[in-house]
């Protein structure tokens, strides 16, 4: 399986992205993708280049690499200069490398967004790009916890109650998680589970008629997912868990019903998975296809992209302050008012 890592090179620190340009198709025609570039390299690799430049004489360079791996599965790698041991295969262009000092990126699509998103909000507030002895800084890591608003929902991305939803008490300030956008199927709503309302219950106090369940989950946390009558549960692992009925949300977040539940059970007393990488949601919240959209467009809801460590934080009562906070602006504005009583 291949291996991939991204190098981001940016020739200037101003952030040339107009606003949301991997989110609004309609942005300016300054901005001009260069070029596109599929070549190979050594050992069956692959480099797939992007160059990208603006009005501002400003470019942006993205190069995702790839290797073939003799071993089995797909495994990520967290080094600095790529997947280990693909360094012989960069030639000469690994010293390059290392003297343009490219910001090495090896997360998902959705951490590269943000990252993207992190260098326009900056540049936007006039940052100083320059220490006292005229270095170019750094550009500040994401960090664990992220957050920052998107256009329209998308699988893995959460709708965070607007003060419209106060005294509606199934969702008022609640964060909910979509499992899915209802853009797989033309005939399937949208649907999640709420991610901040636990009930304070464990699995062994709800006496399940499974005693298996009781068993293995016994100490795993109950959680309010909506009012839709459902029972699912959201995993965590690094690894693809390969399990029927298991559906990946966001890479190392994967969801699953009732009918998953006897194959996970074997894995965990396998030892393969561990009984506090699962969330157990009573119930979940589902929407018609357009009916989430209209939601929307009513200020009911605020759409963003979040990071995993967010949204499966241990503590998730506090978590519709943080995530508004995180998405800044008149988000974090929203997340210091008192509620209102409708």
């Known amino acids: 399986m291949d291996l991939w890592s991204v190098h981001v090179k940016i020739s200037n620190p101003t952030f040339l992205f107009p606003r949301n340009i991997f989110l609004d198709k309609n942005y300016n025609n300054n901005n ?44 990520s790698n967290s080094g600095s200069n790529g997947p280990k041991g693909n360094n012989h295969s960069d030639g000469n262009n690994s010293n390059n490398n290392a003297s343009q000092k490219p910001h ?21 507030v006039e940052l100083p790009t320059h220490d006292r002895n005229g270095s170019q800084k750094e550009p500040k890591s994401l960090g664990l916890k992220w957050a920052h608003p998107i256009t329209s929902p998308e699988t893995g991305s959460v709708l965070v109650a607007t003060e419209k939803l106060d005294g509606v008490r199934t969702f008022e300030r609640t964060v909910v998680l979509l499992l899915r956008s209802g853009t797989r199927h033309p005939q399937e709503g949208p649907f999640g589970v709420v991610i901040n309302r ?3 219950k464990k699995i062994k106090h709800m006496k399940p ?8 989950f016994a100490d795993c946390s109950l959680h309010f997912g909506g009012p839709l009558e459902a029972s699912m549960f959201l ?19 994967y969801f699953g019903a009732r009918n998953s539940l006897e194959e996970a059970m074997g894995l965990v007393k396998k030892g393969v998975l561990k009984p506090e990488d699962f969330r157990f949601f009573v119930g979940y919240a ?20 979040c990071s995993k460590n967010l949204m499966y934080a241990g503590s998730s009562e506090g978590l519709w302050e943080e995530t508004l906070q995180l998405m800044g602006g008149q988000y974090s504005e929203l997340s210091r008012k008192p509620k209102q009583d409708l």
């Open 209 to 216: 008629n499974n005693p298996d369940l009781a068993t293995t």
């Open 286 to 305: 589902g929407w018609q296809l357009d009916q989430l959209k209209e939601e929307i467009e009513s200020n009911y809801w605020h759409v963003a992209a």
């Open 235 to 253: 995993l965590r692992t690094a690894e693809n868990p390969k399990l029927l009925g298991i559906e990946e949300v966001i890479p190392g977040l």
């Open 104 to 124: 090495h990126i090896t997360q998902d699509w959705r951490e590269f967004r943000a990252t993207l998103f992190a260098h326009e909000q900056a540049e936007s």
């Open 198 to 200: 636990p009930l304070h």
């Open 32 to 75: 001009k993708l260069n070029c596109c570039n599929l070549s190979k390299i050594g050992d069956g690799g692959r480099v797939f280049e992007i160059r990208f430049s603006n009005h501002r004489s400003s470019s942006f360079m993205v190069q995702s690499m790839a290797k073939k791996n003799s071993g089995n599965g797909d495994r």
